[in-house]
Nanobody
């Protein structure tokens, strides 16, 4: 089993910043990819950003230039620095981990990010 613990969500004004963190623990063989998805009320869960162990990144077009994903491989931790936040960034943000040789992904419990004045 793999456990993911997220932190860093909250309420922020438009234009503000937040930093999300996710620590992976448990039976971790080798992490291939870590990343973040988000789900707004009434909408599907969408990719925000991912990073492979080799450092390759993928960003949603809507967050490019504002969000930055980073990893500490030694600590099995992934971060999401979110700047210039907009009301449309409001969602529950979920940490996601994919392991080498394991067909399924793992998900965190989610952390709420609310951007509002």
């Amino acid at each position: 089993q793999v456990q993911l613990v997220e932190s860093g969500g909250g309420l922020v004004q438009p234009g503000g910043s937040l930093r999300l963190s996710c620590v992976a623990s448990g039976t971790i063989s080798s992490i291939y990819r870590m990343g973040w998805f988000r789900q707004a009320p009434g909408k599907q869960r969408d990719l925000v950003a991912t990073m492979s162990t080799g450092g390759s990144t993928v960003y949603a077009a809507s967050v490019k230039g504002r969000f930055t994903i980073s990893r500490d491989n030694a600590k099995n931790t992934v971060y999401l620095q979110m700047n210039s936040l907009r009301p449309e960034d409001t969602a529950v943000y979920y940490c996601n981990v994919a392991l080498y040789g394991v067909a399924r992904d793992y998900w965190g419990q989610g952390t709420q990010v609310t951007v509002s004045s």
